[in-house]
């Protein structure tokens, strides 16, 4: 019943858009009202056909009104070429290959005048009469140009701009490297000076030592301190001897002039 509807509506107003023909039928979407108009074909066009053929006098009057080039917009000319390299295709067709959705393919060749869509290759061919099929102004090709290019990545990097930094932090990564040299002089520096003072430290303790092994080695003193410089010891050692019957008197005589 819905189907019938947009139908009706869409022979009564062939002008319209797709999106004045849903607003014309209640709940209708534009989607639904395409999916019908190509299933079942547009009703306007088919009429729009037989009124051609019946009078061609009057097709050839309105073929023979359409505006300049440069009269339309960047998107009327991008679609108008579309319809001519493309003639048989639909609404869908173009919208895919303009990226857009058929409603704005609808709304672009509506909102130029004289334009039929029964007869749009005609119309295209005529606006670009004096063009080649592959031929773009400047404007479009820019747009085009412009929407197939891929946007820059934030990433990439900028050649230019980077050689440019480069040239100019040169000088100061001159006056880094030459601060970290500097820097790693001065720590070599005082390293060996550190290593210096102690060697010497250690050549005098050696030297040191090596005395006191000489001395020691020459009878003139010893590793280890003499015992009977305690006094204390001495007497206990002396009044252990004349009490001792093992110990003659001379034998006592050579202890005492030992320790004293």
Known sequence: MRHKQILDVAAENPEASIA???SEVPSATAELVERVLEEHGDPAEADETDETDESPSESSAE???HPAPEDLSSTERETL???RQHPTASQRDLAEKLDVTASTVSNRV???DGFDWANRETFANAVFSDEQTDSMSSD???TLASESEPPESPDAPDTGDEQVSETDTNPDDGDRSAAVVETAA???NTTLTTFQSTVEDLSAQLAELEGQVETIADGGGSLQSNPFQDPELVHKVVHACMNSEQISE???LQILESLL
Do not use: P
């Open 186 to 188: 001065g720590e070599v």
């Open 110 to 112: 509506n909102g130029i």
């Open 140 to 142: 479009e090709t820019e």
């Open 250 to 252: 001379e034998e006592e």
């Open 81 to 83: 070429r579309a319809i």
């Open 20 to 22: 004045e023909l849903a």
């Open 63 to 65: 073929t023979q009104s």
